[in-house]
Each structure stands twice: as structure tokens, then as C-alpha cells.
């Protein structure tokens, strides 16, 4: 459960597993081709159903996944985003964005599913401490605002009836993995969709929370991991969890210093309790990738969640 | 061979019987979004390729061929056809315009073939009996000129190269049919690709030209049936056809009234030798769909283009 590149990251790497997939992704997305489609179509925010559409295709060709990530840099088209087109026009010509889904699904050899965790059409709002109220994920996501202020709240308006696939998921569930991802942009605004905290809170499976690698200016500056569960036992239900996946591979200097000019910073897992027994369970491992972006590693963390599910 | 919604008919009807099926496909056009891509992705014509492809798809869910002719209606990308923004996805995808039709093909599951008949990015030229030279497709096929001033030479700018595997598709066929289609914009441009006209002569194939229903005013007005014949003989060669195919069933009064507005009339079958045993030979059959608009019955024309490859 989540949105974003972070749950393309857990599919992708789940996906080499014999598990059965279901991703249940955020519906508060209002940026870029997926914000225009929404003002110009009155569609659904497609931008992370493609994602997990693309993390848990078996198309054999290559060129299936490229179409769909594909944005077109030229023209009228300049700057949307092929699969986010594919799905306003899918759900033209079956009449639903659920049908539309659905088609998109087979189109792809899609393993598994991709639940909207709503059909309502949420907007993500969020209050700062200063009380100034802020409409809009994308608003959130990249602050206009002072992003040092923090957000002392946010809910979504209307507040979205859950999908009832996705409640039935979640209670089916073996597992649940939430995260990584913004937290009130990309996680938080699933357990805000009504029903969602119930179904959860319902679910006998193992809740495991894989926490963010870096904090994000504007949404979580400063936050220690601590801050990270104290906000998800506010949205979600004290003590969701069973176990938090944590990361111990510090990321090299120079990224960092690099990733400081944005005001994002390493969350680090020191003061992480040791052979703890109590819930939630600190799981510690190195989870980063190599390369310029601070990143999970998808193969990392997918056998470290493997771990848990066997445990 | 051809283009447009004749050769869409065509293929169609062809796909249910049991024949190895090559669509080659003119790349003259220039109007709607497929002018639009041409003139802002530097894209080769996708309209003709994109009809072609979804007549001999097998794809089982009707989604996927609904959205290839899907066109937009809102927006930034009003007026595009989703096919066409497929294949200018895919062609920046795969790197190459051959290369998209083949992902494409692959991706409808197309039984068959669909061949450009060239890769050159040619345009179509033509100049009327009063000298004036009309260029582009769209301007001789919807005229601004006066549409009763008659066509004296159609022409391509540059010429273009035969595409390899059309010309290897038309040596080894067993049959070919041109046609139906608009005489000077979707069938005689295929012929004056470089290459092509050499190796429709050289074929030993049986050479079926399946005859208009009716006149279009800007390109064949009061045309009969030997008009389009002599206009083929001096384009693709003397005598090229074994067989003319030609409809017998007149359309109802009320339906060639409203096409009489368009300046269009239907080509009658009377004066066509009976019994002719001489090249070409003419075969009459009813082969009108029934409907509001004057259009080939696909299954009856795959019928009676059957019984001359069993002939």
C-alpha cells in the first residue's frame, strides 16, 4: 500500500517471488500529466496506478513498459505521460477508470492487481502550523509555502469511499507492506479514504511499515523515524504495526551533500532497539542501491520482506 | 494493397478465411492527427498503418482495438487518435517507424502484415487541368481548388524507396488486390513509390482491382468504371489486371441523393462486357453493405475475392 516510485520499488522486487501481488495505491495524486488529465478530463489520478501497473506487468517485450512510462516531449502532447493517456482513454471506451484498470491489467500481463484504494475523486488539503490550509497534493509535495513549516494535519475532501476490492485485500491479506513513500502524500492518504483504517485495523496479517530512506523538505524536515510511526499510529491506528523495515546503509557524503541543498536529510536507524520483542519489531538491513539517487534496492528489500513473511 | 477505410474492409472480411494476409499501406497521407504528427514529431503517416492494423488484429478483448480508434475529444490532445499517439510513442520507444509497426502488430496479436509501402517521408503532389499544382494529400482530397477541375498528374515529392519487404511481399503473393479506395490519394500513390510499379509487373501473382462504388468529387468526377481502369493502366502499367471486381447493387435514391450533395455519384456496372474472356476479366457481384452510407459489404467482397483465388 502506498503511491509513488516507493511502491514501484516493493512490487518490482516482490514480483520475482511466488506471492500473490496486490497493490493498493493512493488516489490523492493532482501533479503533472496526472493533474491535467484530472482538470481536462475529469479523470482519476492515474500517474501511480501506472506505476504499479508497470512494476507488476509479465509482458515479455520491454517495449510494452516503455510505451507506458513514455512522456512525450514534443507537440500537443508535451509533457504527458503515454500511460497516463492510455488509461483516460481506456476508460473512455470501457466507461469506467475501474474498467479502464482492469483493461490496462490484461494489456500488460499485469501478475496480480492494482486497486484504486477509492473511486471517489479526493483532494489531499493539508494545515500548517501557521494555520494556513494548502489544496492540493502537488501543492503539498513541492512547497510553495515555507517548507519548514510543519503540517500539523491532513485529510482529504470528500473524504472517499475505500474501494470495497481493496478493503477485501487488506483483510484477505497475509501481509501488508506499507511504504516507502511521502508520508502525507503518498501513504497517509490511503488510511484517510473511509474504511481503510477499519479494514486494516481488522486484518489478522503482518503489518510491516518500510521506513523512508531520506526525510522530504516541506513534508517531513527533520523528522527522526520515531516521527515517521508517531504519525502513522495518529493516521492509521496506534500500534499498526508488527514490523518496521529499517534502512542501515549510509548513503555516501557527496549525495548527501547534495540531497542537503533540497533540505532532505538521512534518516538514520541509530537508537533503533536492539533484539527488541516488543511490537512494533525493528528490523534492521542494508537496503540501499547503488547510485546517484538515495534509493531502496528492490531485490534488498524484497528479501528482507521475504524474511518476514517466513518468519 | 491501398489504404484507407477500403483496405480496412478489405482486410477484414479477407481475415476470416484461411490466407496469409499482407496489408501494404500508402504513406501519403497528411490530414487530421496524423498530419498534426507528421508536421510536429516529424512522424511518418500512422492513419493508414493504424487501420490496417486493427482490421487484422486477433486481439481477443475488443478494448485494445476500440482504443486504437479512439479519438480524443478534450483537452490538449483533442482531435488525436490514440492509435496514431501509440505508434509515435513506439516509434520514439523502439527507435525506428518499421520498429513501431512490428511492436504494434505484436501488440494486437495482428495476423498478418502490415507494410508501409516506403519509409520516405514523401508527400503528394497534384496538378489539375488548369496547371495549378495542389500539394498534400488532404488539400486534393477535401479540395479548396474548385473539385470539378480534373486531376491531369499525381505525383510524389521526393519519389521514396520501395519498402524491401513490400516489394518482396508483392513478388511472392499469390494474389493481389488494389482497391477499394480514393483513386489518386490511397491507391495510385502506392504505385508511384519507386520500386513498386516494377515489382507489381514483375509478380506472377493474379492482380484483382476491386472497382469504387462511387465518384469523389475533387478526384474522380464523373468518372466511369474505365475511367479508373485507364487512370490504373497508366500509373501501375498497361493491362496490369486479371480480374476488375465490381459491384452490382445500386444504392436507394435517398442515399445517392445525399451524396449527389457531395458531387458524388455512383459507378454503374452497365457497359461491362458479359462473359469476357479477355484480360482483365470482370466479375459482378452485389457487394454493398447495407447501411446509411455507401460502403463495401466486407464479407461479400472477401467472398467473391475467394472464388477468384480458387478460379
Given at each position: ?29 493532482d501533479?503533472?500529466?496526472t ?28 517495449f510494452?513498459t ?28 470501457t ?5 479502464a ?18 473511486f ?30 510543519r ?7 470528500p ?8 478493503v ?14 511521502d508520508l ?5 492518504p ?7 483504517r477499519?479494514?486494516l ?6 503489518k ?32 499498526m ?25 538521512w ?6 532497539p ?8 525493528f ?7 547503488r ?15 521475504m ?5
Amino acid at each position: 500500500m502506498g503511491g509513488g516510485t516507493g511502491t514501484f520499488t516493493v512490487l518490482s522486487g516482490l514480483k520475482k517471488y511466488p506471492v500473490d501481488l496486490t497493490a493498493i495505491v493512493s488516489m490523492a495524486d493532482d501533479g503533472g500529466s496526472t493533474g491535467i488529465l484530472r482538470e481536462e478530463f475529469g479523470m482519476l489520478p492515474a500517474g501511480d496506478i501506472r506505476r504499479a501497473l508497470v512494476a507488476l506487468s509479465s509482458y515479455p517485450e520491454k517495449f510494452l513498459t516503455d510505451l507506458f512510462t513514455y512522456r512525450f516531449r514534443e507537440g500537443e502532447v508535451d509533457g504527458h505521460n503515454f500511460g497516463n493517456l492510455i488509461l483516460a482513454a481506456l476508460e473512455r471506451v470501457t466507461g469506467s477508470f475501474e474498467d479502464a484498470v482492469a483493461a490496462a491489467s490484461r494489456l500488460l500481463d499485469v501478475r496480480g492487481a492494482v486497486l484504486p484504494v477509492t473511486f471517489s475523486n479526493v483532494r489531499l488539503y493539508a494545515q500548517l502550523e501557521n494555520g494556513e490550509i494548502i489544496k492540493g497534493e502537488t501543492n503539498i509535495d513541492i512547497p510553495k509555502h515555507d517548507g519548514r513549516l510543519r503540517i500539523v494535519r491532513v485529510w482529504l475532501q470528500p473524504k472517499g469511499r475505500a474501494n470495497p476490492k481493496a478493503v477485501k485485500a487488506i483483510r484477505d491479506a497475509d501481509m501488508i507492506v506499507i511504504g516507502p513513500g511521502d508520508l502525507f502524500t503518498s501513504i497517509i492518504p490511503n488510511v484517510l479514504v473511509s474504511g481503510i483504517r477499519k479494514a486494516l485495523r481488522k486484518s489478522s496479517a503482518k503489518k510491516v511499515y518500510v521506513m523512508n530512506l531520506m526525510t522530504k523538505h516541506g513534508e517531513t524536515n527533520g523528522f527522526t523515524g520515531a516521527d515517521f510511526l508517531a504519525m502513522l499510529d495518529a493516521y492509521a491506528g496506534a500500534r499498526m504495526f508488527d514490523y518496521v523495515l529499517i534502512n542501515t546503509m549510509c548513503p555516501p557524503e557527496h549525495i548527501l551533500r547534495r540531497y542537503k541543498k533540497e533540505r532532505a536529510e538521512w534518516i538514520s536507524y541509530k537508537g533503533v532497539p536492539q533484539r527488541n520483542q516488543e511490537r512494533p519489531r525493528f528490523i534492521t538491513a542494508a537496503l540501499l542501491r547503488r547510485g546517484n539517487y538515495v534509493r531502496h534496492d528492490s531485490a534488498k528489500l524484497a528479501k528482507s520482506i521475504m524474511k518476514i513473511i517466513q518468519a
